[in-house]
C-alpha cells in the first residue's frame, strides 16, 4: 500500500509539471503557493516578504515554515535576487513513504535517465475505470508509463503502476 502511495504521489508530482508547464508559460506569469499565499516570480521581495508574514516565517537561508510549531513544517523556499523573487520551490512529497518513493524515484531515473525521452499524458476516462498516465517515449520501441488508475464509486484506493515497454521495431 505504502508503494502504491508513493507511485501515485510521484505520477501526479510529473504529470502537474508536465501538463502544467506549456499552460503556464502561455498564460499570466507561474504561480505557487506557499502556505496559504500566492507568490509570482518578479514580485518584488517587500510584497512578498510581506504576504508570508501573515502565516509563515522566513530563515535567513530562504526557507519558508509555519509560523506555528513546535513542530514547525517546512512549506517551501524562497529565493531574490535585487529586491526580486527570482524562485520559489515547493516539495509535494509531504506524508509520502518516503523509502517507497526513494524506490520508484530511483527506477523511474534508471531507466529515463538513460536516453531522451519525450513525455505526454494519457487519460483514459471509462464509466468504471479511470487512468491517467504520463508516458516517457523514450525511442520508437521504448516507452515508460506512470500511472494512477481509480474506480469512481467505490472505497476501493487508486492504484499505481510504473511500467516499462519494449516493443519489436516496427
Known sequence: MKRQQSAV???????????????????????????????????????????????????PGGFVTTKNGPPLSLLGVVIFSRGRLIEAQRDWDERLDQEGSADVIRRLIDVVG???????VVVDAQPTLRRNALVFTCSPNRTIEVSVSETPGTTRPPSANLREIVRIAR
Open 9 to 59: 504521489a510521484i505520477a501526479i508530482t510529473v504529470s502537474a509539471t508536465v501538463t502544467l508547464a506549456p499552460i503556464l508559460r502561455a498564460q499570466e506569469p507561474a504561480r505557487i503557493t506557499l502556505g496559504t499565499v500566492s507568490l509570482a516570480p518578479g514580485m518584488t521581495e517587500a510584497d512578498a516578504r510581506a504576504a508570508l508574514a501573515e502565516c509563515c516565517a522566513i530563515s
Open 114 to 120: 538513460a536516453a531522451t525521452c519525450s513525455a505526454n
